[in-house]
């Protein structure tokens, strides 16, 4: 099993930056960030594809997220500029699985998390 470990996590006022980051164990072909609030459901964020390199992200979060990687650190970086209250969740890493990126069921392992909390 992978193992996928985040840091970076934080507490920040409104219109602030953190940046996160994810190492995984092995390779992977895709690592991507979720989010999830209290009484939320689980959130796409942003995904990188190692092979192609191509990104993509979130609605709520484009133009203000960038998410970048570090191949010969099996590292996964996200950027997280302009925060907002509402960006407030825990936040999770995730790599591997099969199918759409958007549905977090389909990612196979999953990091611990880590606390984004966002004040106004």
């Not at 006022?13 to 609030?37: D, F, I, K, P």
């Not at 939320?40 to 960038?66: H, L, M, P, Q």
């Amino acid at each position: 099993q992978v193992q996928l470990r985040e840091s970076g996590g934080g507490s920040v006022q409104a219109g602030g930056s953190l940046n996160l980051s994810c190492t995984a164990s092995e390779y992977q072909r895709r690592m991507a960030w979720y989010r999830q609030a209290p009484g939320k459901e689980r959130e796409g964020v942003a995904v990188v594809y190692r092979d192609t390199g191509n990104t993509y992200y979130g609605d709520s979060v484009k133009g203000r997220f960038t998410i970048s990687r570090d191949d010969a650190k099996n590292t996964v970086y996200l950027q997280m500029n302009s925060l907002k209250p509402e960006d407030s969740a825990i936040y999770y890493c995730a790599s591997g699985g099969a199918g759409t990126w958007t549905n977090w069921r389909y990612m196979g392992d999953w990091g611990q998390g880590t606390q984004v909390t966002v004040s106004s």
